[in-house]
């Protein structure tokens, strides 16, 4: 029950006599037990697959970004088409296009010559019922190659409404508990056993180390920016060796027991071994080197995958900038992230998105939230292409590079902490509410449209007592519980065993949660969820 | 029959009558011998002058003291799997020992407990310990410097005294109360300004009070920016933003130089401040009619400015609150009415015309109460909801239901709705227990979790206050709730800081250097740790360590990509600019990995380096310390005679003793020798004896390179992170 890691006066000077050797150096000289084990069950790491995370900060709006454009609960449907109900988001709604929206097809909107880069409304997305915020345009090149999955009515039992909750437990992997301040990926890669061995297994580009990768055993890396990664030494630089040697050696001094001594020394250790690591990568990619393939938008450029200027996006032209220029320093961290999966032996990378709690003033086919989306949309195009033609196998390898994976061995995989409420607010904007969306895009996945269809296992439920209002007339109702999406990744991707998969997401272990079945079964609030989506 | 020591264990000399040293003293984990040599292990204790080793033949003694024991590494290879991992660590080691078997015991000799308690006040209720102030509180003694710092309104401040800088600072954003002044104070003045107070203020637990409220009534200035009108220019509109964080700030400065200063003072003036009304989007709340009010603010001022997530409160309640919050509005109002919440927009023109459009109105941006936004009628929140028996008496099974019954019609007294609400969380027991468990995780250690009413999570048992062995932390928030609850008025401030101080466990090693520094802290208790002042006088120019403030806190508007800001690059502190409610996070796993460690030290190793030179605002990069400057020279001449200033370890000693005080001279052995050995190394690594140096504080001697290569070694280490 009491999984908390409260240390009290007397609990951490107990805990010092049971570490017994020279306390400072405690992380470094115990191998937790659970490295020692995972190294008799192998798996993960070891099968060349690695995972790169986005978490979307302040909860997405799934409704606007997975649009169900059948749904009577969401549009006065006409034909195959409809208007935006105006009693339900009449500012915010987006629009449909005179076209059939049962069809199967897949609107193509930035693929070929017949490319509609200024696409507006309501893209179709192939099932007949789900469609994209127009901003999603360039999920689509993903989903006409069957290597994309677009995951709709995620959540978990008894949802929280609390962002920081939520992404606590979206991070931990523990629903409902504020105890566990270990990540699903810190986890992952402990069970790895290379976290205490490799100098890096997890890392993330963003301001700090996100839950996901913390845990108190190990060290997993975060950097804000890349290419400042070094010390100086004083006086510099001809005092840097001395500093650095002085520096080194102190960091194996012996120590009172404190609280946070162990993340200190866990961190310094991980700190002199990336060092190195990271300054051989060109992170501020000093000669263009990675583009397209293709023109985007039939003008013939081939457009920057990771534009960090004006001038590198959309080809430096302002009309067809493919993310808004507040996405800059997003687009560097999914770049770094990115190199770093492809030249390092990290195994897991991700950064994060923010701005996404849009209470306020949310925008529909253009505005805040269709901005944000833009900023995912062209990312996993861009990493899709960028392991395509730069990684492992790819077909514009750099010259000099060792790329060390490709698109067929990478999961791309987004999260977000909840969706939000069906109908708007009157600040034009929605609050917080239930189940929300994913995407998880890589070679290996099996792309297409995932819980947004009435014929789902758990079928979609149109209309007004619909999915859309399914929790307290107010929430869309959740099928998918976004574990059954990560351990799926976890053990059948990255290689966990299911004892190790256990572990890592406490869930699984728990067969009334019926985590990793695949057939309707109810979850630990009765709701009835369809188990793991057959993503890979 | 091998050597084989048996091992014994004796108590301290001194037993405390407070909190520092009633532990089990360190047992011995650890004695081999091989041939002459023989190596004790153990854990160090907090706080240790000596260790001091016995022997005996027999275990029933007698114990004779043993000199022969000094410390040295030895070198820990651990097989995994097939992978080595190498560690040294340190043991204790006597190596002409070929005796027949002995037993071992190891004593120590604390350091005094007020030496300890000094050590702990200058670290948690100033923002670090300073040569001068070290030498301040060993002279008055801890007990009446706690006192001080518990009474500001008695301290005479000499900030602006110590920094020129705080007046030109402050008069600039003065003078920002109206929107058509010209002057340049924007955010990072106002940034700078906070710094400056925080390196220089006399009334140091103020200033940390301030940034913890400021901080848990979290607003975003860039949140303002984007909702003023895009028709001003940009400069106006980053004044205009700025103005509304400074002037909540002003506010709570006033409220808390109030002795009796409640929680619902400090509440009241978040709820006000325009700033606040703007970030949590009650600024375009409609209530009115059928309309539903913006969840935003009834949200966070359950779960993160009073109750606490889970804690007391359902999404029904939520919802209700909302309605009392939609009408709170923010206007430009002439000056005079800056405090009439209910005046009509200035029609005060800046160019005297008939135009009123908003960008030609002179005034200021108020909270405005507009009750045609507003949802009339009764509101039950909490309908029919008891304190949880958790809480125990005076609490346990009274009634929190509020009815807020203020008319149905369209008038000004339904701005009492959201007053009301407020009045009537601020004392209710969800209030002050999350609240202290605030500030003891500010003041003790991070070990309190968050409170909670729900069964089924872990925290719930953690505060259970009628079970009958409550841990300390427990036990301590039950104190500061009851210091709360009984005096009045209720929720009293500095009365609550007063219960924490005066706690055993704040007078405690579970408390002392248990913390981990946040940026601001970092870099602010740099500053402090090497700046004294030459003449005594505590004079502006007269230190021997020095800030501008910005070049802590940033020069530009809180751009992301600036390199400028060591705060924002040690983890994205923006001052007044944080994006996420939840505000920056006090506990320490959030801000230490390798990226901000980097980050860290290379902003200490820059502050060390000689202003000018490579690395400190030379030509490597422009991303350092810049105005944030060191002379450690200076400093070691201030405080040592000149008989010792060439002498390596007096010098090492001072440095290791006023950066680390409360360490304990035996735990701090080890930072001595290497400071020593780094004082006698050349740059190159040959020997270069610190004896036959020059002294000098000019820039680039070799004499200060060393020394500030030497200190610069002290504060990159893990220890600097702890407070």
């Not at chain 1, 339900?88 to 005179?98: F, Q, W, Y």
């Not at chain 1, 770094?336 to 492809?342: G, H, P, Q, R």
């Not at chain 2, 440095?655 to 050349?682: H, K, M």
Request: overall charge negative; glycine content about 8%.
């Amino acid at each position: 029950m009491n999984q908390l890691n409260i240390i009290t006066r007397r609990g951490f000077m107990d805990r010092s006599f049971k570490l017994g050797l020279g306390v400072a150096l405690s992380t470094l000289l115990d191998i937790p037990l659970v490295v020692r084990r995972a190294l008799a069950e192998n798996g993960i790491g070891l099968n060349g697959k690695k995972v790169l995370f986005i978490f979307l900060r302040g909860a997405n709006d799934s409704i606007n970004a997975v649009i169900p454009s059948r749904d009577s609960g969401l549009y006065s449907l006409s034909g195959n088409s409809g208007t935006v109900r105006t009693d339900v988001r009449p500012n915010i709604g987006i629009p449909l296009d005179a076209i059939d929206y049962s069809s199967s097809t897949i609107d193509s909107p930035v693929a070929g010559a017949g490319a509609t880069f200024a696409y507006s409304n309501a893209i179709r997305a192939g099932n007949g019922f789900a469609a994209l915020h127009p901003s999603l345009k360039f999920l689509c090149p993903g989903l006409l190659a069957n290597d994309l999955a677009v995951l709709h009515r995620v959540g978990y039992p008894n949802q929280s409404r609390s962002h920081f909750d939520s992404q606590r437990y979206w991070e931990n992997g523990s629903p409902n508990n504020n105890g566990v301040q270990e990540g699903i990926f810190y986890r992952a890669m402990v069970e790895s056993g290379l976290a205490a061995t490799a100098p890096l297994t997890g890392v993330s580009f963003q301001s700090a180390l996100p839950l996901l990768l913390r845990g108190s055993g190990v060290a997993m890396t975060n950097l804000a920016d890349p290419t400042r990664y070094d010390l100086l030494g004083v006086p510099y630089p001809t005092g840097e060796a001395k500093a650095d040697a002085a520096l080194a050696a102190a960091n194996n001094f012996t120590f009172p027991h404190k609280q946070q001594r162990d993340l200190l020394a866990s961190q310094y250790r991980n700190l002199s071994q990336t060092l190195d690591l990271f300054g051989g990568i060109d992170f501020v990619e000093q000669d263009a080197q990675l583009v397209d393939d293709a023109s985007t938008d039939g003008s013939g450029s081939a457009y920057r995958l990771f534009p960090t200027a004006n001038g590198t996006n959309g080809g430096g032209t302002a009309t067809k900038y493919v993310v808004d220029t507040g996405a800059y320093s997003f687009m560097k961290n999914v770049r770094a992230a990115a190199l770093v999966l492809n030249q390092t032996d990290a195994i897991v990378s991700g950064t994060e998105v923010g701005g996404w709690d849009t209470h306020n003033n949310q925008g529909s086919t253009s505005g805040t939230h269709a901005n944000l989306l833009s900023r995912v949309g062209w990312a996993m195009y861009a990493l899709r292409k960028y392991f395509l033609r730069y990684g492992k196998g790819g077909t514009n390898v750099i010259p000099g590079t060792n790329p060390k994976v490709g698109w067929n061995d990478v999961i791309v995989v987004t999260m977000s902490e909840f969706g939000r409420t069906t109908k708007q607010n009157d600040s034009l904007g929605t609050d917080h509410a239930e189940a929300g969306c994913m995407f998880v895009a890589g070679g290996s996945v099996n792309g297409g449209i995932y819980g947004c269809s009435p014929s789902d296992a758990v079928p979609w439920l149109t209309g007004d007592t619909g999915s859309l209002y399914g929790v307290q007339s107010r929430y869309l109702k959740r099928a998918y519980d976004y574990r059954s999406v990560l351990g799926k990744i976890i053990r059948d991707h990255l290689g966990a065993t299911p004892g190790q998969l256990g572990r890592i997401i406490p869930g699984y272990a728990n067969p009334a949660e019926n985590l990793g079945v695949t057939s309707p079964a109810a979850a630990l609030d009765g709701t009835q969820i369809m188990g793991e989506p057959a993503i890979i | 029959m091998p050597l084989l020591a048996g091992i014994a264990l004796l108590a301290p000399t001194v037993l405390h009558a407070d909190g520092y040293g009633s532990e089990t003293p360190p047992a011995i984990t650890n004695l081999s011998v091989l041939g002459n040599q023989k190596s004790i292990r153990f854990p160090l204790y907090p706080g240790v002058e000596a260790y001091t080793f016995l022997s005996a033949s027999n275990g029933a003694g007698p114990f004779a003291v043993d000199t022969n024991f000094f410390i040295a590494p030895y070198t820990n290879v651990l097989a995994l799997g097939s992978n080595a991992v190498t560690n040294v660590s340190y043991e204790w080691r006597a190596t002409n020992n070929s005796g027949s078997s002995r037993f071992y015991q190891v004593q120590l000799t604390p350091e005094a407990s007020s030496n300890l308690l000094a050590a702990q006040v200058l670290n948690r209720l100033t923002y670090g310990p300073t040569p001068d102030e070290l030498d301040r509180i060993h002279s008055i003694g801890p007990e009446a410097y706690i006192a001080e710092q518990l009474a500001p309104w008695s301290i005479a401040e000499n900030a602006e005294a110590a920094d020129t800088g705080i007046a030109t600072y402050g008069a600039l954003m003065a003078a920002l109360d109206e929107v058509v002044d010209t002057n340049d104070a924007r955010l990072p003045e106002f940034r700078g300004w906070h710094v400056l107070r925080a390196v220089n203020a006399s009334r140091q637990l103020l200033e940390i009070m301030l940034q913890f409220f400021e901080n848990h009534f979290v607003t975003e200035y860039g949140k303002s920016y984007n909702w003023l009108n895009n028709n001003y220019t940009n400069i106006l509109r980053q004044r205009i933003a700025a103005r509304m964080e400074y002037a909540e700030n002003q506010r709570w400065r006033a409220a808390l130089l109030n002795p009796q200063c409640t929680f619902y003072d400090l509440l009241r003036i978040s709820a006000e401040s325009p700033a606040m009304i703007i970030y949590l989007d009650t600024v375009t709340s409609r209530g009115d009619g059928t309309r539903i009010a913006n969840e935003n603010y009834a949200r966070e001022l359950l779960e993160l400015f009073c109750f606490g997530v889970d804690n007391g409160y359902t999404q029904s309640d939520i919802t209700e609150m909302s309605k009392a919050w939609s009408g709170w509005r923010v206007r430009i109002v002439h000056p005079t009415n800056a405090f009439d919440i209910f005046a009509p927009e200035s029609r005060t023109t800046l160019d005297g015309s008939a135009n009123y459009n908003t960008t030609n109105l002179y005034g200021v941006y108020a909270f405005n109460y507009q009750s045609n936004f507003h949802r009339n009628g009764i509101k039950t929140i909490f309908p029919s909801k008891t304190v949880p028996a958790r809480f125990g008496p005076p609490w346990a099974g009274t009634s929190y239901q509020l009815v807020l019954n203020n008319g149905n019609a369209d008038s000004t007294n339904t701005v009492a709705d959201g007053y009301q609400v407020i009045q009537h969380m601020a004392n209710q027991p969800f209030t002050s227990e999350y609240i202290s468990v605030k500030l003891c995780r500010l003041l003790v250690h991070d070990g309190f979790p968050n409170p909670t009413t729900s069964t089924n999570l872990a925290e719930y048992a953690f505060y259970n206050y009628p079970q009958p062995s409550l841990s300390p932390e427990a036990q301590l928030v039950h104190d500061c709730m009851m210091a709360w609850e009984t005096n009045s008025p209720k929720g009293q401030i500095w009365k609550v800081l007063k219960t924490i101080t005066d706690s055993e466990l704040f007078r405690s090693h579970a408390a002392q250097g248990q913390k981990i520094k946040t940026p601001l802290e970092y870099t602010v208790s740099a500053v402090r740790a090497l700046r004294a002042s030459t003449n005594g006088t505590g004079l502006n120019g007269s230190f021997t360590a020095d800030t501008d403030g910005i070049a802590i806190s940033g020069s530009s508007l809180g751009n992301p990509d600036d390199a400028n800001n060591p705060l924002l690059r040690m983890g994205q502190m923006l001052l007044f600019d944080r994006d996420a409610p939840d505000g920056y996070p006090e506990d320490g796993a959030p801000w230490i990995n390798a990226g901000t460690l980097g980050e860290r030290i290379r902003w200490i190793q820059s502050y060390c380096i000689a202003n000018g030179l490579l690395g400190h605002t030379g030509n490597v990069s422009t991303n350092d310390a810049q105005n944030t400057v060191s002379n450690p020279v200076r400093l070691l001449q201030t405080k040592l005679p000149a008989s010792s200033w060439t002498n390596a370890t007096a010098v090492a000693n001072y440095f290791a003793i006023t950066i680390y005080p409360g360490e304990g001279a035996a735990n701090l052995q080890l930072y001595r020798d290497a400071a020593v050995n780094f004082l006698n190394t050349s740059d190159t690594g040959t020997s270069s004896p610190f004896a036959s140096l020059t002294v000098s504080s000019t820039a680039n001697s070799t004499y200060d390179n060393r020394v500030r290569g030497m200190v610069a070694v002290l504060m990159s280490m893990q220890r600097f992170h702890e407070q």
